[in-house]
């Protein structure tokens, strides 16, 4: 490999990385206020990139085609979708086992995966053929010297940290963000500050199903075509992602993705290795574990009592 | 200020408890004291809405506030300190106390209040950087007050203050309960196992056992009962 490709598959990386770091601030928002994992949030990431094909053609009836305007109204309608999807799967399926073991709404949240992924297979909902994802954004390609850009592989790392940026912003300078915190240090002593509890939790869903939905329809924009099984392997890595930077850290969920997302991209890079990303990928997370349980950034939490 | 009646709270097929009446006057400080497991904390939880009673009332200021979520519960004034604390442990001081503060929308009372409490307990200013997980259960303590008083209770529920604390702690911070008391004319409703000190602070005592009240009236008279200097007072 020499520099130029080096270069090359850094930035494949980092685009790939940072898809998945959208994905795992999700699961870790959601493990942080609600201590368990969503396991339904890799099929959110399939419904965002499904309501992007469906509104896609309708939006540029009305806009034109492959207008700049048009991306964004297809991005923010679908973030919008799918945050009301997060908030009716917190609502229907977690909010009544608020009170019960974390093991039965862990195995719930295994249930509504199942369910809205078999139930988007069947042939009267999205069927299970693979379907080509529309064009939203113009491409371009761009010439940097030697190295030659698809106008996406910039595209997908600004969304990505804009998006950061903005997440950031609303979990540390908001008052939601810091009722977020409150919450998941302490339900019971954050409602007796004032906080409405269910409304933040819901809020957290709509927020992490939000930014799923662009995850999904970035991921899709590069990927061969969108299925009802789609979001496994992203939402996999994405959740090794979190665990990897540290379940329930925000930064962390990002250094995971974008960690997972470059070792990736280079392994698939070097020949003989390129089928070994999923074991290089658990590899790292194995290596975590046993070394650092907490992951990168978390910190292993002492109460007092 | 508030009235409670025959208040029944359930935890599954458990009886926590069955029928407690009490009232809390405006400007007082009550107690309710009782053995472990008497139903203390329920009562305040109850009150809170941190959990939701079977029936009874619960009237503040005239309104029923019973079943109402907790939220709703502070935004009225009628605020919590809870048992073992519960500070936020990885925020500072200073953010603790600002998580008290998350209804009022008047910054300068908050800037107020917050030199107050640091007027209040100045040991919670020297260590205004600190993670509050770092701090003495005493110092926790005042910060957990402190906290309470952000959300600018006109009725402070404190639930055992003195538990698990250094002795000449649990002086101050009594002594600084009785201050809030007197300076704010803040009303509270005191919850103690430690009974001798309670009724020492107090105007009206409620005694509680096995979920309903055995016991009321004013300390002095609770002092000299000799059911309540045996069980409670060791005498």
New interface residues.
Partial sequence: MDFQQIIQQLINGLGLGSIYALIALGYTMVYGVLRFINFAHSDVLMLGAFSAFYLAPLVQKMVGPESIMGGILVFVLSAAICACIGMLIEFLAYRPLRKRPKLTVLITAIGVSLFIEYTGQHAAVFGSATRAFPKILPEHQIHLGKLMLNSNDIIVPTVTIVLLAAMWFIVQKT?IG??M??VS??Q???????????RIISFTFGLGSALAAIAGILYSIKAPGIEPLMGVQPGLRAFIAAVVGGIGNLPGAVLGGLLIGVVETFAGGIPGLSNYRDAIAFGILILILLFKPAGLLGRA????? | MLEVENLHVSYGSIRALHGVSLKVPAGSIVTLIGANGAGKSTTLRALSGLIKPASGSIRYDGQEIKGLPAHAIVSKGLCHVPEGRMVFANLTVRENLAMGAYLQRDKTWVAKQTDYVFQLFPRLLEREKQAAGTLSGGEQQMLAIGRALLSRPRLLMLDEPSLGIAPLLVKTIFERIVEINREQGLTILLVEQNANLALAVSTHGYVLETGSILLEGACADLKANPRVQEAYLGA
Wanted: proline residues 4%; glycine residues 4%.
């Fill in positions: 008052r810091t009722a915190r409150a240090f302490n019971q002593a954050a409602s007796l500050m004032g906080v409405p509890v269910n939490t002492i109460e007092k009592v």
